[in-house]
């Protein structure tokens, strides 16, 4: 018997637009969906552009005003990929339209638009999800997974890096194609919403909520000519955004991201000290998981380093056999698939827009502490 | 413009049939063909695991004769995914009848089967290819560039492994579903054919052909009982094979395969020594390359380990951005890719048949040798 | 001819002791000396345990009564490897009997003592320096000359670790023989002084000075039996340090300290991101260098991994062979050798009280934002 | 009370003369050893380098012809650190005069001149040794004492190579100081008797006896200026050596040595698969051992680095605190000090010269083998 098919209206056909429409596509190809997901309708203004993109994917249709997309008849679902600064109107109205709506992270600019948006799906009563897809790296489901067991016991320590270099260059204009995120009108912030937003949306995940904050920016070429007006203009992101944290659970953390540590291209990484156990991660390698078990007898205690390809590993059973990876595609893969099979659930996938609406309070804390110089707390 | 549509008939719906048929369904949506592949037809005896398969692929049709298969004229291209046992006798049947081959490794069980493929596809001037898959991961390919490009200069060593460690168990028996590697009639070797053949068409691809072998086999597990016939039986296979080589440029070669290797799932690794820089590479890892220069300055000068994730690395501006990696399967996406690009161009997408009935030669000397306690040299 | 000999009163024959007497001894069987180190006389209170730690390091005499040894006629240099509470006396006591004093590190418990112990040696005019031993780690030695040629380019982020994991235990007792550093009064601090202090010694050597800092510190167990008056104490040490910076030349930097590492022994790790490459190191690999040079041909760019055991490399010609590598207690060889070498010339070997005073400035404005929640500079 | 003293005479000043130099003035530092090493005499032809060594290591003396060290009744232990054309020679006289005897590997230049050795160590009843220091490395002694725990099962595989590049520029002339390794006459042979047999020494303690060897040997560059003629000579070493051998227990093993493996400096690594756990260790990383113990949890299942520098490791409570590493030169000081601590005891240090000629029996059927190209049999 057919499958009932879930009709995607995908918006944005850049970088983010192809690992969501990968997504759809593979998922179907290993996992056993309830529903079956039709690449329907892309969408995006430049139609030039546009064009390819849908033919490369195989896309039904396409539109060129997001507002007629939401207004089709046949779209059930309605995917934000195109870049943050026209996310919430975009959500809202999918939302009003009573589209079940996914988001790219982060959700708004700021916490406040964010705010808008989860009020939008929470009144029209849609399933709705943010691409924070770190969490379906198998290797970080597992640690998930130790932790909610106990395994590591009591947290004393939580430590998150995101480090890339691609931005050194006082060359490099900001705004326009493939440069929005250096533009702080488009993208609310720099690395902060960029890159830190995945620390932390990972970090509350393991371990609970943030408490209080104290942070630091810079941003380091403080000129750089605009793609759009072809001035040089004040670059308004930041390059560089480090905090030192305290959860709920009285453990301390240490977050750092930015785009000037030269010798890394997206080294995000993140490590636990528990009582009983610790744990490293590294996106570069993201196939492994470093896990030390101090309950080992003491001559062969030792870091482990785990290749996370085996059958009893998370999601890797739908993979291939023991020893052969997966790839940094198929975190989106993951979470397409637990999207779908969530639906007509109780439980709904995380993580939701409220979810990342908490993410999005404490990059609003780390930004009001960079510059009040104080520690902050993320408040609603 | 539409594109020609390229169909293909695929044979066998094991891990084999799904890597090769993702390979299809994924190189569209990467790589600019001139081709647009066409899932028209898989192909087994078992219809009840058959049909789940073709649904999950999206498959137009199946056949559980692939006589009916290769009788058909919507089938372009007949790839073959089923045991080794099966390899020869389809290949040629499909060469005859005029289809484009493409064939899972190794070639045949034997050379002497291989040989007769070589000539069907000869004969019949169809396009073949052999799914020797290792020499599309990315680091790999970079490899071949930098040997090429001279860097390494004269080459000293060779070294490969390719270590497994699935077959310890004594209670694992012979025979049948996912275990036919271990029955000698349908498999035709042990990890000689399964493992050291992948090791043997790197090195020769990178390094030349080779002169002459001195190896040993063992099978540490005489006994097992077999699926088909319920009875404890000899086993036929080699579990573990090790051999010498020398290369016709001069250098000296150490290879060894086994599936007794405990802790190591699939690490295929090799290592190449020349004059100038050496290279090192690891399954375990397959997104990294580890590379030595001793044309760097002394003080500052040590292995590189290279992130094979960079627009300038080959295949991955099709890809993501640097720093994302990719897995196990695009190898796969990368060989349909090239094969559809070089159609109807002068020089064939490697490797060939006859490329593949080389590496026979030279795992049937390496048993030989294991026999004889004696050099033996490849010979047709 | 017979060389001038540098007689040594040693006080403390612990840890330190141990590793201060053997780098005395070692360096005149590697490093060409001006100076014959005589290990004169050891001294501590207690004359049981004493004794066996002279006689296994063969010094010629034993001394109960520090004030005695500085009255000694025969003894040149005195070294104190004792407990932090004793520094600030014996130091000024020594440098007012014209000495010359070496100091474990950290120099005082505050940077109120240390002042005055940089007072002291000032007014006497006498030859000083404190054991911050990892400076001459030779990997970091070079990555002080790779930093100092240029070869970083402008720096922008400092990155320092210290983990180790040994306090985790609640039952752990403070005071005490190998356990004074969980005592405040006897310690000064915790991790701050122990462990922080080496991070800001090595980095304000390599980066510069540091202008601010916002910390948060962690005492995780509160109260501990304390092995002196066998009762629950409260915990006065920090467990726990984190703090951000920024450096004078525009650097932000992240450090952090803690016994509640579970799986770190002794982690001390760097890594400084500059223009054109990058640096990390690590203790618990303490023979290696990593390296990453933008320069490099895209391709084969990558992080380089220096086995630091060449002739080129500092200090390693005085040792084995390339290949063969040297451990921890060389870097205490290492300062000796230099220490002695520089006795007569004009530039003292670092860091003396002067530069140890200087980092203590800093573990005070580091302990001073902890409990103010604000950017504190450090001063005098 | 004061201890005896065993007085030593070293022959050789060159590289391992200062090895085992070090080793006797170490070990009374950190091990309670019952004898006092003392440097009584130093030995060599060279009068005008013998003279600057001795007095760097204290000395008491020095002797310009082995045959008077050897009269002289105040040594009671001779050490031969000599080249390897001096070892049959001395190791004889010494022992005839009823000295004990330590020598430097390999024991004799072919295994007839070891078996004399062997024989007039016995005849004499000396105590003996020969210093195969690498079974001393901390972290190989732990991999002992796990196989003899039976915590690795049946043995599958055995794997150990000896990389090195420092013989790859055919300018570097054979013969003279530094390079008498490159001279047959004085070596005996190449990288077999240097570095196969360090490996094969760890492989038989390890893993038991070799039954049969099939081997290559080359030697890259055929003639060198050699340094004492003036003339350019043929080369008589291997260059490279590689074979695969059988054990006694049926594991299946494989050899290799070489200086021609451009990257390596001193990389001696071994592996040891067994059915329930593998072993692997890497002299440029020697204070650390890779343990994968199959009995883990399926999960968090995976190669473990152990960092060897904990209490309950091997040699490491007479050294610093866990986490603190040491080098290469401590191999020798647990040697001389385990060497000293057998004194008077029934059963003796290992190796011993015997132990030491069952490796060169090895040796010389591997070079039996390159050149019969036949399987061959260690045999007297």
């Not at 900001?174 to 702080?184: E, I, P």
């Not at 995380?350 to 993320?378: C, I, M, N, Q």
Request: with cysteine; glycine share 8%.
């Amino acid at each position: 018997m057919a499958k009932k098919k879930l009709n995607i209206g995908m918006v944005g056909y850049g970088f983010m637009g192809r690992t969501h429409s990968n997504a759809f596509a593979q998922a179907q190809h290993f996992f056993d969906l309830n529903y079956e997901p039709v690449l329907k309708a892309a969408c995006a203004r430049n139609e030039e552009k546009l064009k390819p993109f849908a033919a490369q994917w195989g896309y039904e249709s396409i539109e060129t005003d997001w507002r007629k997309l939401i207004a089709r008849k046949d779209i059930d679902l309605v995917d934000i990929a195109s870049p943050n600064d026209t996310h919430m109107e975009i959500a809202i109205a999918a939302a009003k339209a009573g589209k079940m709506v996914m988001c790219e992270k982060p959700l708004g600019r700021n916490a406040k638009e964010s705010k808008k948006m989860v009020d939008a799906v929470a009144k029209a009563g849609v399933a709705n999800m943010v691409w924070y897809n770190y969490r379906r790296v198998p290797a970080v489901t597992l640690a998930k997974q130790l932790i909610d067991e106990g395994k590591l016991g009591k947290i004393f320590h939580y430590r998150a890096k995101f480090l890339q270099d691609w931005t050194i260059s006082a060359d490099l204009p900001q705004g326009g194609q493939g440069l929005w995120r250096l533009d702080v009108g488009v993208a609310g912030s720099g690395v902060t919403g960029d890159l830190l937003a995945h620390c932390i949306d990972t970090a509350m995940w393991l371990n609970g909520s943030i408490d209080s904050v104290t942070a630091a920016t810079e941003t380091f070429i403080k000129k750089r000519k605009h793609s759009l007006t072809g001035k040089v203009e004040p670059v308004g992101i930041d390059d560089a955004s480090l905090f030192l944290a305290r959860f709920a659970n009285g453990s301390l953390a240490n977050f750092e991201a930015t785009r000037y540590a030269r010798g890394h291209k997206a080294l995000y990484t993140f490590e636990i000290n528990g009582e009983h156990a610790s744990i490293f991660w590294d996106l570069h390698d993201l196939h492994r998981l470093q896990y030390f078990d101090h309950g080992d007898e003491g001559r062969t205690r030792g870091w482990r380093s785990l290749h996370i390809t085996d059958g009893d590993h998370p999601y890797m059973a739908k993979w291939w056999v023991p020893g052969l990876q997966i790839g940094y595609e198929h975190t989106f893969i993951h979470q397409a698939a637990d999207f779908i099979d969530s639906l007509g659930k109780r439980k709904p996938a995380s993580p939701t827009f409220k979810d990342a609406y908490a993410t999005d309070l404490v990059t609003d804390a780390v930004l009001k502490s960079a510059k009040s110089g104080r520690w902050e707390r993320p408040k609603t």
